[in-house]
């Protein structure tokens, strides 16, 4: 304790004489003296450990508590890793045409849960789920699998079969971690959102369904009558509890959504930050349309607000109305997503990018002489 009050001390002392033309320092040093501070006691939840750091609680639960269990590899996970590790060797031209032929014809046939290959290739794929050490995984399946490929891959050649072994190596190791990689994108994202991100989620939702309603409206239809009833449910009149962001950006028409809207598109922001979070560069927008217009908590807001119409639709209608207003969002929430990447990236390169070297040499000559005559 001695000792913490003597760096506490002089971390102050440096934070007091620091210049006012350097904020950095002040700022870094005041984060010091934060992290050093001593911190309450961290106890799990499940074991009741205490813990002095929360790297150390952290550490604790990734592996004590980790709730990530991968899902066994059975033989017709096994099929379709094989599957998979085909198309990838046949579509690479890099190969003899001939070996590309052979496995083009080739048709694997499913290994018995009993068998001993598939035993000996089920525990290579556990002890990798529990080391997650490559090079051991590689070593051991060249050794064991690609060796003796023509015993697990009857009918093709040698060179053939090892080709196939070695691709099937790589998919099985992508099989695991893309597991991995959903599971900690589902855990990390968080269904409740923040106050900021609330008001744009009712910004865009109010700009959907108004779209969406002067969409039909542009057509006299019995159809497109019952899909503005449907929009205009969930249109919320004018209170004084409307967002603030809606209110003063409405730009003379867009709408305050009802709260099984925002529910609706709550939802499919879930779905959404799940897919963008993987990393991908690509936006599966059919895919994430798709789940949240099959979620259960979707489908019974939707129903409340089609039950507040005061027209009543018929079924493939409603179901065309929920098909639009999440394909749409998720479209507009894309060109944003996609904004807000290529912000960071110019961001990125603003910082890292370099001045002229003429410039810096004038710079540090006008440096040195200014040096010079202090």
Same mark, same amino acid.
């Given at each position: 304790?001695?000792?913490?009050?003597?760096?506490?001390t002089?971390?102050?002392?440096?934070?007091l004489?620091?210049?006012?033309?350097?904020p950095?320092?002040?700022?870094?040093?005041?984060?010091?003296?934060?992290?050093?501070?001593p911190?309450?006691e961290?106890?799990?939840?499940d074991?009741?450990?205490?813990?002095?750091?929360?790297?150390?609680?952290?550490?604790?639960?990734?592996?004590?508590?980790n709730?990530?269990?991968?899902?066994?590899?059975?033989p017709?996970?096994?099929?379709?890793?094989?599957?998979?590790?085909?198309?990838?060797?046949i579509?690479?031209k890099?190969?003899?045409?001939?070996?590309?032929?052979e496995?083009t014809?080739?048709?694997?046939?499913?290994?018995?849960?009993g068998?001993? /290959?598939?035993a000996?290739?089920q %525990?290579l !794929?556990n002890?990798?789920?529990?080391?997650? *050490?490559?090079? &051991?995984?590689? @070593?051991?399946?060249y050794?064991?699998i690609?060796?003796?490929s023509?015993?697990?891959?009857?009918?093709?050649?040698r060179?053939?079969?090892?080709l196939?072994?070695t691709?099937?190596a790589?998919k099985?190791?992508?099989?695991?971690?893309?597991s991995k990689?959903q599971?900690?994108?589902a855990?990390?994202?968080?269904?409740?959102?923040? /106050?900021?991100?609330k008001?744009g %989620?009712? !910004?865009?939702?109010?700009?959907v369904?108004? *779209?969406l309603? &002067?969409?039909? @409206?542009?057509?006299?239809t019995l159809?497109?009558?019952?899909?503005?009833?449907?929009?205009?449910?969930?249109?919320q009149?004018?209170?004084?509890d409307?967002?603030k962001?809606?209110?003063?950006l409405?730009?003379?028409?867009?709408?305050?959504i009802t709260k099984?809207?925002?529910?609706?598109?709550?939802?499919?922001?879930?779905?959404f930050?799940?897919?963008?979070?993987?990393?991908?560069?690509?936006?599966?927008?059919?895919?994430?349309?798709?789940?949240?217009?099959?979620?259960?908590?979707?489908?019974?807001?939707?129903?409340?607000?089609?039950?507040?119409?005061h027209?009543?639709?018929?079924?493939?209608?409603?179901?065309?109305?929920?098909?639009c207003?999440?394909n749409?969002?998720?479209?507009?929430?894309?060109?944003?997503?996609?904004?807000?990447?290529?912000?960071?990236y110019?961001?990125?390169?603003?910082?890292?990018?370099?001045?002229?070297?003429?410039?810096?040499?004038?710079r540090?000559?006008?440096e040195?002489?200014?040096?010079?005559?202090?």
């Amino acid at each position: 304790m001695h000792a913490f009050e003597s760096l506490k001390t002089k971390l102050k002392c440096l934070t007091l004489h620091a210049t006012p033309r350097s904020p950095i320092l002040t700022s870094f040093i005041s984060s010091l003296i934060i992290k050093v501070q001593p911190s309450k006691e961290i106890v799990c939840s499940d074991c009741h450990k205490k813990y002095k750091t929360k790297g150390g609680y952290e550490r604790h639960r990734a592996t004590k508590h980790n709730n990530w269990t991968p899902s066994s590899l059975t033989p017709r996970t096994l099929v379709d890793i094989v599957k998979c590790a085909l198309q990838t060797t046949i579509k690479e031209k890099a190969f003899a045409a001939g070996l590309r032929d052979e496995l083009t014809n080739y048709q694997f046939q499913e290994l018995e849960e009993g068998s001993q /290959e598939f035993a000996t290739i089920q %525990l290579l !794929y556990n002890d990798f789920v529990k080391s997650n *050490n490559t090079e &051991k995984f590689y @070593s051991n399946f060249y050794a064991q699998i690609a060796l003796k490929s023509t015993t697990y891959f009857r009918g093709l050649s040698r060179n053939a079969a090892t080709l196939l072994s070695t691709s099937i190596a790589d998919k099985m190791l992508a099989h695991v971690r893309q597991s991995k990689v959903q599971n900690s994108a589902a855990v990390s994202v968080s269904s409740a959102l923040s /106050e900021k991100e609330k008001a744009g %989620l009712q !910004y865009l939702g109010g700009y959907v369904i108004h *779209n969406l309603h &002067k969409k039909f @409206s542009r057509t006299d239809t019995l159809e497109s009558q019952h899909a503005m009833a449907i929009l205009k449910a969930g249109k919320q009149e004018s209170n004084p509890d409307s967002p603030k962001l809606v209110s003063s950006l409405n730009r003379g028409g867009l709408w305050s959504i009802t709260k099984p809207v925002e529910n609706i598109f709550s939802r499919t922001e879930h779905f959404f930050q799940i897919s963008t979070s993987m990393g991908s560069t690509k936006i599966d927008i059919a895919g994430i349309a798709h789940k949240a217009s099959s979620d259960s908590q979707v489908i019974s807001n939707y129903q409340s607000m089609v039950s507040s119409a005061h027209l009543v639709p018929a079924s493939h209608t409603s179901k065309n109305v929920l098909d639009c207003m999440v394909n749409m969002f998720v479209r507009v929430r894309s060109f944003s997503h996609a904004k807000d990447l290529v912000n960071a990236y110019k961001m990125k390169e603003k910082k890292s990018k370099c001045k002229a070297l003429r410039k810096e040499i004038k710079r540090t000559c006008e440096e040195q002489t200014q040096a010079r005559q202090t």
